[in-house]
Nanobody, 119 residues
Framework: VQLVESGGGLVPPGGSLRLSCAAS????????MSWYRQAPGKERESVAF????????DYADSVKGRFTITRDNAKNTLYLQMNSLKPEDTDEYYC?????????????WGKGTLVAVSS
């Protein structure tokens, strides 16, 4: 089972990025997925959640209206579209696999991709 994030980088405030997470080794379409973020010395924060079919989405209050989580079950890929980025969005971003179709508990994590928002 493997999750590989990509798409991070340096972007000015107000800019956009799209993160991708390529999944392999399991039946991606059967599991809910999430994006988390963590800065050094801080607790990991749940950013966005999506159920296995995409019918349920949930976001942290800090990113609602700016971030959108989507998935392509045919491509085994999870996405996070991030718009109107702020300096406080600077973090390492991780994708994670749920234990089940709608569970909020994660059992597999990627290695992360760094997002830096700065002018």
């Amino acid at each position: 089972v493997q999750l590989v994030e990509s798409g991070g980088g340096l972007v000015p405030p107000g800019g956009s990025l799209r993160l991708s997470c390529a999944a392999s080794g399991f039946q991606f379409r059967l599991y809910a997925m999430s994006w988390y973020r963590q800065a050094p010395g801080k607790e990991r924060e749940s950013v966005a959640f999506i159920s296995r079919t995409g019918g349920i989405e949930d976001y942290a209050d800090s990113v609602k209206g700016r971030f959108t989580i989507t998935r392509d079950n045919a491509k085994n890929t999870l996405y996070l579209q991030m718009n109107s980025l702020k300096p406080e969005d600077t973090d390492e971003y991780y994708c994670a696999k749920s234990y089940g179709a709608t569970s909020r508990d994660m059992d597999v994590w990627g290695k992360g991709t760094l997002v830096a928002v700065s002018s």
